[in-house]
Nanobody
Framework: QVQLVESGGGLVQAGESLRLSCAAS????????MGWYRQAPGKQRDLVAL???????NYADSVKGRFTISRGNAKNTIYLQMNSLKPEDTAVYYC????WGQGNDYWGQGTQVTVSS
């Protein structure tokens, strides 16, 4: 069982920034990838940004150039720096950890991000 602890959500105005963090209880060596997903009311959960063990990253087209995913230096932590936030970024943001092997993944509890216009 892998525990994920998320923090950093909140209420901001359009154009402002937020930084989300997610700490995983699993070791870095057992980690295949970690990422952020978001789900707005009535919509499906979609990928926002992903970082693999190789350091390679992927972003949703809607956040490219505004959001940056990164890893912490020590513990198995990832960050999502969100700049130039828009009202359409409003959602619950979930951290996901993926290990090696099929079906080996866990989700955080989610953190609310609300962007007012």
């Amino acid at each position: 069982q892998v525990q994920l602890v998320e923090s950093g959500g909140g209420l901001v105005q359009a154009g402002e920034s937020l930084r989300l963090s997610c700490a995983a209880s699993a070791s870095i060596f057992s980690t295949n990838a970690m990422g952020w997903y978001r789900q707005a009311p009535g919509k499906q959960r979609d990928l926002v940004a992903l970082i693999r063990s190789t350091g390679r990253t992927n972003y949703a087209d809607s956040v490219k150039g505004r959001f940056t995913i990164s890893r912490g230096n020590a513990k198995n932590t990832i960050y999502l720096q969100m700049n130039s936030l828009k009202p359409e970024d409003t959602a619950v943001y979930y951290c996901r950890w993926t290990g090696w092997g099929q079906g080996n993944d866990y989700w955080g509890q989610g953190t609310q991000v609300t962007v007012s216009s």
